[in-house]
């Protein structure tokens, strides 16, 4: 045993890990020889493992990653289960994701359920990918790639017989949002007005949805890998829902996702137009702008909600974070003048 | 004269002061970030110190002639500025403010003051 395995949290689990890695592949045996903490936010855990599997199909050396809740884990997102399930769809339907391998939902094994799936390489950090102009390959095809990958992403459609946990479809996904949003606030006790400016503009301007789809949301820079040559998958699939398929554009291209770099309006790393293309000519659709910018305002303001929440976390004392208490702090001033800038008086339609 | 006794806001300055020119510069990773966390923190609460009566007397202004007009009478309930913000939020949600010039030039200086409190 390595002092990084010996060290880790999966040092207690080793037996029961191997076994159930064994069973669950039809191999002889396995040996876990190491583990290496990765990041993975404040809600997952992810571990990669080095294996060796002795017999069936995967006989041989492995690197798989193991992601399972971190100890504060919050309920918003998907339960592990439920986001096996949803990558599971994702492949299905042609997206680039990490394959998924095993499920375990005995907690005897390490104590909560955890999946485990193929190590993908690349790189997700979207400071690397504004410093470093060669990573990801050419920008313009990236983002044509990325709008390929989302359009795949909207191809499924409800319902889903693998996908019951995401629930109803909402029947006018926009208005829904809205009230989502306000309900949050008032959990929260935020008073905001511009937040609630901002989505007052929304419910007067809500665009009629063409059709529902599954929607990733969090799909934006940050959330895919990319090696030298381009995209290696698309990450992070526990906020995904039923919703409308133009709200993932509006949160790619939202100003807030685009980092050091504002003036790339598809996610802080291309031009616009060719992460539409990409879309448009995979999902056989056109874009409406305006939809989008629609969705953009509904994106500053879905950021700012989900920043205030993480800020409670912290002042409400389950769990005790500098970082959470400075999301809740820092980013509502910007969202909220952003979202002004979006919605000013000659941006309201007359009264309907 | 101060009496060479340094208030709050005085300590904060100089916490940021250390932190960013002597501590930052000797660090690297997680512990880097980490500090740089820190310094944030300070930043943001030296800021606040400083502008907090300037910032709610911003507010007041920005938002006292609305509230005395939307809730159609002068502040003398004894309501605190929170009451006032809820019954604009109320109005708000009910339509009553579309687009209101008024309250939107409220808003924007208000976004704006809070926007130079943080880093």
């Given at each position: 045993?390595?002092?990084t ?7 207690q689990?080793?037996?029961?890990l191997e076994d159930f890695?064994?069973?669950?592949a039809?191999a002889?045996a396995?040996?876990?020889?190491d583990v290496v903490?990765?990041?993975g ?8 493992l ?6 069936g ?6 690197q ?5 809740d971190?100890?504060?884990?919050v309920a ?8 096996f399930a949803l ?10 994701v990490?394959?998924?391998l ?8 390490l ?19 504004m410093?470093?102009k ?5 920008r313009?095809r ?7 990958e989302?359009a795949?992403?909207?191809?499924i459609?409800?319902?889903?017989a693998?996908?019951p946990?995401?629930g ?8 829904a949002?809205v009230e989502?949003y306000?309900?949050h606030?008032?959990r929260l006790?935020?008073?905001?007005l ?6 007052r ?5 809500a665009?009629?949805c063409?059709g529902?789809?599954?929607v990733h949301?969090d799909f934006r ?14 990450l ?14 509006g949160?790619?291209c939202?100003?807030?996702w685009r ?9 802080g790393?291309a ?9 448009e ?7 409406d702008?305006q939809?989008?910018?629609?969705w953009e305002?509904m ?11 993480q800020?409670?976390r912290?002042l409400?004392g389950?769990?005790?974070s500098?970082?959470?208490a400075l ?9 909220e003048?952003e ?10 339609s007359?009264?309907? | 004269m101060?009496?060479g ?10 916490v940021?002061?250390e932190?960013?020119n002597e ?5 690297s990773?997680?512990l880097?970030?980490r ?9 943001i609460?030296?800021?606040?110190l400083?502008a907090d009566?300037?910032l ?5 202004d920005?938002l ?5 007009s939307a ?11 929170a009451d ?9 949600r009910?339509?009553e403010?579309?687009?209101?010039p ?7 200086c ?6 130079k409190?943080?880093?």
């Amino acid at each position: 045993m390595t002092a990084t395995l010996a060290e880790s949290r999966l040092a207690q689990h080793k037996t029961a890990l191997e076994d159930f890695l064994a069973t669950a592949a039809e191999a002889d045996a396995v040996d876990l020889d190491d583990v290496v903490p990765l990041t993975g936010g404040a809600i997952q855990e992810n571990w990669l493992l080095d294996l060796r599997f002795h017999g069936g199909a995967h006989a041989g050396r492995r690197q798989v990653v193991l992601r399972t809740d971190a100890a504060s884990g919050v309920a918003v997102s998907r339960s592990r289960a439920e986001e096996f399930a949803l990558l599971k769809a994702a492949r299905a339907a042609g997206v680039s994701v990490p394959e998924p391998l095993w499920l375990c939902k005995d907690p005897a094994i390490l104590g909560k359920v955890f999946y485990v799936m193929a190590r993908v390489e690349g790189t997700a950090a979207p400071h690397k990918l504004m410093k470093d102009k060669e990573l990801g390959g050419d920008r313009e095809r990236l983002a044509t790639h990325l709008g390929a990958e989302l359009a795949k992403i909207h191809s499924i459609r409800p319902p889903q017989a693998a996908l019951p946990f995401l629930g109803e479809v909402p029947a006018h996904p926009a208005l829904a949002t809205v009230e989502r949003y306000r309900a949050h606030l008032d959990r929260l006790g935020a008073l905001s007005l511009p937040l609630e400016w901002g989505l007052r503009w929304c419910e007067r301007h809500a665009p009629d949805c063409a059709g529902v789809t599954l929607v990733h949301q969090d799909f934006r820079t940050g959330n895919y890998m990319v090696d030298r040559q381009g995209l290696t998958a698309i990450l992070d699939w526990e906020f995904c829902d039923w919703g409308d398929p133009m709200s993932d554009i509006g949160w790619f291209c939202a100003k807030c996702w685009r980092y050091a770099h504002p003036e790339l309006e598809a996610g802080g790393i291309a031009e616009r137009r060719s992460f539409y293309r990409g879309y448009e000519e995979a999902a056989g659709t056109r874009i409406d702008p305006q939809v989008i910018a629609y969705w953009e305002v509904m994106a500053h303001l879905r950021w700012a909600v989900i920043a205030l929440q993480q800020g409670e976390r912290t002042l409400s004392g389950e769990q005790p974070s500098l970082e959470l208490a400075l999301t809740g702090r820092i980013y509502p001033p910007q969202l909220e003048r952003e979202i002004l800038r979006a919605t000013a008086p000659d941006r309201w339609s007359a009264a309907r | 004269m101060k009496g060479g006794e340094a208030n709050a806001a005085e300590l904060l300055r100089l916490v940021e002061h250390e932190l960013a020119n002597e501590v930052l510069p000797q660090l690297s990773g997680d512990l880097r970030y980490r500090a740089r966390l820190i310094l944030n923190a300070v930043k943001i609460a030296t800021a606040e110190l400083q502008a907090d009566r300037d910032l709610s007397t911003a507010i007041k202004d920005a938002l006292g002639p609305l509230t005395a007009s939307a809730i159609d009478a002068p502040d003398t309930s004894g309501k605190g500025a929170a009451d006032q913000v809820q019954a604009l939020q109320q109005m708000l949600r009910q339509g009553e403010l579309d687009a209101d010039p008024q309250l939107f030039e409220a808003l924007v200086c208000i976004a704006e003051a809070r926007c130079k409190l943080v880093p």
